[in-house]
């Protein structure tokens, strides 16, 4: 199934009894285990993407229940099962829950019914299009970009998780980084590795990543198991930070197949270390997602020409800031990318995809032939993904295409 699906279910619980869920025993991984941890597991170890939101409005004494799982099975869905009896156990006489397995349209796959003690499988048509539509609402609020926050920022945000999953989670994550993750690491032998995360494994001290493509093992030369991690867009462990890159001798990262050029799957990549960074603080620059500017405790990074991470310079980490949507600048200079740009930051300015000062003007990181003191837009033209501009600095006025080009005016532009 290509889109999201899982189960939403909403049910009638005081705060008391949520308390009182969160520590009953359920069937885990051929034992028992309380229904925090299991809840909490679910979390961490789901996809990208996974959404487990246990929501509990005290006002109205209702609890929301949503697992909802990119690429969606019943296999995937099953762990979640031994929770919903739990919950259904935990209902008063004469109180009833009702939810569904849906898809986030939503289009109901099974209807789901609780009572005290039982949980009824029935058919989609007994849950009416106007409940899905509501519990898929639910869902929405906690999603408001279209995107819901991974397990452990969700635990942090203000009217997501109910108190006593928050504390589940902070004994869950002492249990995982001292006992469990630990012993799992040491135990992972090439007959049966441990998986880090994603297609990251590791396995007689080693780490490595197994294409989900090509199926090949591209090591990450020293990293340490313990400490490694996604973070901001690359891997890091508490040393270094990794970036990949065709290895030497590799054929071409593309073909042409027809007329399109796509992934070549004979290409060797390999992983390397970035020199001089500190994988230990690296991280996004604003904790922003769609920055192009990151940092260590050191300096700061963004991509050049060949989108390799290299650092920038002399600018300060503690007073640089993000200009506009496609720059950045501190006291002493403006970068687009790892770009810096020969303008003034104290007298910047920038609009879409332009900055400039009172002596220049850049789109992106090439200087447009246009002074900066008269400089404005005039209009815009989009044919394809990019417009055409029509720009002034009030002495001359140009085109600016799409791919590039400065062309004469054109005043029916």
């Not at 189960?7 to 991984?29: D, I, N, Q, T, Y």
């Not at 007689?204 to 990293?223: C, K, L, M, Q, S």
């Not at 867009?233 to 890159?245: E, K, P």
């Not at 503690?318 to 496609?326: I, K, L, P, T, Y």
Request: proline share 7%; glycine share 8%.
């Amino acid at each position: 199934m290509a889109e999201p699906a899982g189960l939403l279910l909403e049910c009638p619980l005081g705060a008391k009894a949520v308390s009182g869920l969160f520590r009953r025993k359920v069937a885990w991984e051929g034992g028992t285990a309380h229904v925090g941890h299991v809840l909490c597991c679910l979390a961490d170890r789901g996809e990208a993407g996974d959404v487990l939101i246990v929501h509990h409005d005290a006002a109205a004494g209702r609890l929301f229940l949503a697992w909802m799982l990119v690429h969606y099975s019943g296999d995937r869905l099953a762990p979640v099962w031994p929770v919903v009896q739990a919950l259904a156990d935990s209902l008063d006489p004469g109180t009833t829950g009702q939810g569904g397995v849906m898809t986030t349209f939503p289009e109901v796959l099974a209807s789901v019914r609780l009572r005290q003690g039982v949980v009824d499988h029935q058919p989609p048509a007994d849950l009416s299009p106007a409940e899905a539509d509501r519990l898929s609402h639910q869902l929405g609020r906690f999603m408001p970009n279209g995107q819901f926050p991974e397990a452990a920022r969700s635990m942090t945000l203000r009217g997501v998780q109910c108190k006593p999953f928050r504390s589940a989670w902070k004994t869950y994550v002492t249990w995982r980084d001292q006992q469990e993750r630990p012993a799992r690491i040491a135990a992972a032998t090439a007959d049966a590795p441990f998986n880090l995360f994603d297609s990251i494994y590791t396995a007689d001290g080693a780490v490595f990543e197994r294409h989900r493509h090509t199926g090949r093992d591209i090591p990450f030369p020293g990293a340490d198991p313990l400490s490694f991690r996604a973070e901001a867009g690359w891997y890091a462990d508490a040393t270094h930070v990794w970036q990949r890159q065709l290895a030497e001798g590799s054929p071409p990262p593309d073909v042409l197949r027809g007329r399109m050029r796509v992934n070549n799957p004979a290409a060797l990549w390999e992983y390397v270390p970035v020199p001089g960074a500190e994988g230990g603080s690296f991280c996004w620059l604003f904790d922003r997602w769609d920055t192009m500017f990151w940092r260590d405790a050191r300096q700061l990074w963004s991509l050049d020409a060949h989108r390799r991470l290299v650092p920038l310079g002399d600018a300060d980490p503690d007073r640089f800031r993000a200009v506009g949507r496609s720059f950045g600048a501190d006291d002493r200079g403006v970068y687009h990318f790892a770009t810096r740009l020969d303008l003034d930051p104290q007298h910047l300015r920038t609009q879409e995809v332009f900055a400039w000062d009172e002596h220049r003007v850049y789109q992106l990181a090439t200087e447009l032939p246009l002074t900066g003191k008269g400089f404005a837009i005039l209009g815009q033209r989009r044919a394809g993904l990019r417009p055409d501009y029509r720009l002034t600095d009030g002495t001359r006025t140009l085109i600016l295409t799409a791919d590039g080009q400065v062309l004469p005016d054109d005043p029916d532009f």
